[in-house]
């Protein structure tokens, strides 16, 4: 069969869902010898710059250029023209967004259901992409992926949308996040970020539902027993301008240190460096960067929400997002007990390795041959 791929999200930039995009169309082409692929890219700057790289890696790849720079009229309207002229048995959407018509099986993988669990959290134009998809999209598929099964039950809840219809394929994490035992490499990440001894790490973009607020109030309640800094790598997304001016009305402006996005293979370093990873959020549907953080060895103190439980089982010390005392209070019983750091860096490592591309490109594909 030949299987059409959106690659609207296949770029870094987009965090969680631009990594699921990157790494599945890899491992797909890297598991898959029998079928056929066919990638459209559309022309936005941060997806086309990858145009031509999976040749080398799959003889039975086409990569198609849409010419078109618009996201959901390409994916809605110009990529399934090109799908047909390509004979496409099934086009995959790696993010939300598929073509209304189309004689094709479609697939679409939805990353979250926070909208369902958090009041106010999107932006005015992340609610529109969010309806457009609920009413219109969703309902074209004939198979849904969902990232864990906790977003697969709120998600289906919320919609109404039917159970079977839903399958849900975990993410993964590149081997490339791991325990570093090389020094050198290890001061080379240090000094180029002018990184402290001590700090507290945070990874991710600045919106509402990673609860930034409530980390600084319990960071603040604490600082002055401990001599951490905290460190943030991370872009900003919308409504972030509180957060902002948090820093400042807790006197936190020289104990917080905002690095902005860091390449993954320093960020890998970073990890390994931290004294442990804080995931405040309000709610995740699977918590990529946490299950980094564990792939490093690094202790984590993530919120009791969501499905976070579900991934990280017993290998993080989970917290109450909406107490930033309780927040406050993990950090500083993490980063003074040496012994319970090592315990949980064990448990994380461990946990991580239960989470491959591999086997999401396996149970992806899965999906696939079942509709065809």
């Known amino acids: 069969m030949r299987i059409g791929i959106t690659l609207r999200s296949h770029d870094p930039e987009w965090g969680g869902p631009g990594t699921y995009t990157i790494e599945i169309v890899k491992h797909l082409l890297q598991a898959d010898t029998l079928n056929e692929y066919a990638l459209f890219y559309p022309r936005s700057a941060g997806v086309r710059r990858f145009l031509g790289q999976y040749r080398a890696l799959a003889p039975t790849v086409l990569e198609v250029d849409t010419q078109s720079r618009s996201g959901y009229y390409t994916d809605l309207v110009v990529v399934p023209h090109l799908a047909h002229k390509l004979s496409v048995d099934i086009l995959f959407s790696p993010f939300s967004s598929l073509p209304i018509r189309g004689r094709f099986r479609k697939i679409m993988t939805v990353h979250g259901a926070e909208r369902y669990a958090v009041p106010g959290l999107l932006s005015w134009r992340s609610s529109l992409d969010w309806r457009l998809m609920e009413?219109?999209?969703?309902w074209r598929a004939d198979r849904v992926l969902a990232v864990s099964e906790t977003m697969k039950r709120d998600f289906c809840r919320a919609l109404r949308f039917p159970l079977e219809r839903v399958c849900t394929t975990y993410l993964g994490v590149n081997p490339t996040f791991q325990p570093l035992r090389d020094a050198e490499r290890l001061d080379c990440v240090r000094r180029r970020y002018q990184l402290p001894d001590n700090f507290v790490l945070f990874v991710g973009y600045l919106?509402?539902?990673?609860?930034?607020?409530?980390?600084?109030?319990?960071?603040?309640a604490i600082a002055a027993a401990i001599p951490h800094q905290l460190v943030v790598c991370g872009g900003r997304r919308w409504k972030y301008e509180k957060d902002l001016a948090a820093v400042h009305a807790y006197g936190l402006s020289d104990r917080v240190r905002f690095l902005g996005v860091v390449p993954p293979e320093d960020l890998v370093a970073i990890y390994n460096l931290?004294?442990?990873?804080?995931?405040?959020?309000?709610?995740?549907s699977f918590g990529l960067a946490m299950v980094e953080a564990m792939a490093c060895g690094c202790?984590?103190?993530?919120?009791?929400?969501?499905?976070?439980?579900?991934?990280?089982?017993?290998?993080?010390?989970?917290?109450?997002p909406l107490s930033p005392e309780d927040i406050g209070r993990s950090i500083q019983k993490l980063v003074c007990d040496s012994s319970l750091r090592a315990t949980f860096g064990a448990k994380g490592i461990a946990r991580a390795r239960e989470f491959t591309w591999e086997r999401a490109a396996r149970e992806t594909l899965s999906v696939f041959r079942e509709l065809v």
Do not use: R
């Not at 202790?299 to 109450?320: K, R």
């Open 274 to 284: 931290a004294g442990c990873f804080v995931f405040p959020s309000l709610y995740e």
């Open 135 to 138: 009413t219109v999209t969703l």
């Open 299 to 320: 202790p984590v103190i993530a919120s009791n929400t969501g499905a976070l439980p579900e991934i990280a089982g017993d290998a993080v010390l989970f917290c109450d």
């Open 207 to 220: 919106f509402p539902n990673k609860n930034f607020t409530n980390l600084l109030k319990g960071f603040h």
